[in-house]
Each structure stands twice: as C-alpha cells, then as structure tokens.
Nanobody, 121 residues
Framework: QVHLVESGGGLVQSGGSLRLSCATS????????ISWYRQFPGEERELVAV????????YFLDSLKDRFTVSRDNEKNTAYLHMNGLKPEDTAVYFC??????????????WGQGTEVTVSA
C-alpha cells in the first residue's frame, strides 16, 4: 500500500522557519518525483515545488524560490520542504504528492494527508 505522510507543520512567528517532511512507503521512492502543494482555505491547491528522483533541477513557485528549498533522502524514502522567512500569507495546509506507476502499468495519484502551517504576524 502506498502511503505519503507529511509532518513538521505548526504555528510559527513571521520570519521563522519550518522543515516539512514527507515520509513515504509502498513504492520505488528513488525514481519518483515528489511535489509539494499548498491549499489556502476555500481555494484550490497550488504547486509549490517539485524535486526529481535524483534531486536535480528542482522547481519552485517563482514567488517562493528565494525562501523555500527542497531536498530528499532516498535511503529514508523521505522528501523535505524547507521554508524560511515565513510570512502570514504562507499560512495553508501543505501536501506532498507523487504520481506512481503500479504493476499494471497504470499511473496513479497519491497525496499525503496534509500538515497545517500557520504563520502569525
């Protein structure tokens, strides 16, 4: 069974930092890109960042690339989103995501349960 579990969210003051973790199981993690999304209340999820299986050429939302970074530990099957200089407008639920090819050859979307990040002014 494929599982993605986010952790590391919480309440921080403006200017603070958090590291979100996405612990995974049930698939070949090292070859799978991992994406980070966030969702504001009442809005659609927006893509924050993407890291390739090898950790090369990460993508970041333009407005966040100077404050956020991504990494992964393929031995631990865990991806990370490092958030620095947090602002109140970063307050959202953050999700990790993977598209995975199963034994049948079909691709499926898998999401974590989300972790809440609240940034106070």
């Amino acid at each position: 069974q494929v599982h993605l579990v986010e952790s590391g969210g919480g309440l921080v003051q403006s200017g603070g930092s958090l590291r979100l973790s996405c612990a995974t199981s049930g698939f070949t993690f090292s070859t799978s890109p991992i994406s980070w999304y966030r969702q504001f209340p009442g809005e659609e999820r927006e893509l924050v960042a993407v890291i390739s299986g090898g950790g090369t050429s990460p993508y970041f939302l333009d407005s966040l690339k100077d404050r956020f970074t991504v990494s992964r530990d393929n031995e631990k099957n865990t991806a990370y989103l490092h958030m620095n200089g947090l602002k109140p407008e970063d307050t959202a639920v953050y999700f990790c995501y993977a598209k995975i090819q199963m034994q049948t050859g079909r691709w499926y979307d898998f999401w974590g349960q989300g972790t809440e990040v609240t940034v106070s002014a």
